[in-house]
């Protein structure tokens, strides 16, 4: 089992920033990627961003929408993993959910285990 704890959500404006963690305890040998998802009200759970666990791979992957403003990375010692977003809008309001997977791609069918979320909301 995995446990995944996010932290850093809140209330900002448009245009500014906000940083998301992601603690991870328990059986943190078993992930090979961790990553973000968000679920907009209304609106379907998408991925946002991932991040190979390994230390010997650190690529990363995000969903066209935030390339360029948001930044995913890792502290291996913290078994932590980070969200870094700027320039936000309205539209990046949504519970932010981290996710934790053993396979090589996370997608929200290969995922093992979710966070609880964190709400995210950029008024305008």
């Known amino acids: 089992q995995v446990q995944l704890v996010e932290s850093g959500g809140g209330l900002v404006q448009a245009g500014g920033s906000l940083g998301l963690s992601c603690a991870a305890s328990?059986?943190?040998?078993?992930?090979?990627?961790m990553g973000w998802f968000r679920q907009a009200p209304g609106k379907e759970r998408e991925f946002v961003a991932a991040?190979?666990?390994?230390?010997?791979?650190?690529?990363?992957y995000y969903t066209d929408s935030v390339k360029g403003r948001f930044t995913i990375s890792r502290d291996n010692a913290l078994n932590t993993v980070y969200l870094q977003m700027n320039s936000l809008t309205p539209d990046d309001t949504a519970v932010y959910y981290c996710?934790?997977?053993?396979?090589?791609?996370?997608?929200?069918?290969?995922?093992?285990?979710w966070g609880k979320g964190t709400l995210v909301t950029v008024s305008s």
């Open positions: 996710a934790s997977t053993r396979r090589t791609g996370l997608t929200a069918q290969t995922v093992d285990y």
């Open positions: 328990g059986r943190t040998s078993s992930i090979n990627r």
């Open positions: 991040i190979n666990w390994s230390w010997s791979n650190p690529n990363t």
